[in-house]
């Protein structure tokens, strides 16, 4: 299994970037997609998520800013983030929780980080 994001770079305070991940592989059901992020001598911290049911969480200081959207069909959990601050600056991290059968238990996979940087 593998989750593969895309998208981050570097922007001015109030510009725009999209964050895509893809899971890829031997997958049997997926419940959770979402984004983490975690900055220098932070802890990870989760920035949008959301699960099978179509349940949705926010980060409380990103509500109004960010929106994840998801596409069951094609395993893709985009996040839109707009509006962008320097305290956003950090590494994100696509997360799924996922079954790899119809017997393993649910377990946590991350994708490779993507660099977000925002400069005032």
């Known amino acids: 299994v593998q989750l593969q994001a895309s998208g981050g770079g570097s922007v001015h305070t109030g510009g725009s970037l999209t964050l895509s991940c893809t899971a890829s592989?031997?997958?049997?059901?997926?419940?959770?997609l979402g984004w983490f992020r975690q900055a220098p001598g932070k802890v990870r911290e989760l920035v949008a998520g959301t699960n099978s049911e179509g349940t949705i969480n926010y980060l409380d200081s990103v509500k109004g800013r960010f929106t994840i959207s998801r596409d069951n069909a094609k395993r893709t959990v985009t996040l839109q983030m707009n509006n962008l601050k320097p305290e956003d600056t950090a590494v994100y991290y696509c997360?799924?929780?996922?079954?790899?059968?119809?017997?393993?238990?649910?377990?946590?996979?991350w994708g490779q980080g993507t660099q977000v940087t925002v400069s005032s």
């Open positions: 997360n799924s929780a996922l079954r790899t059968t119809a017997w393993s238990n649910w377990k946590d996979y």
């Open positions: 592989g031997s997958i049997f059901m997926i419940n959770t």
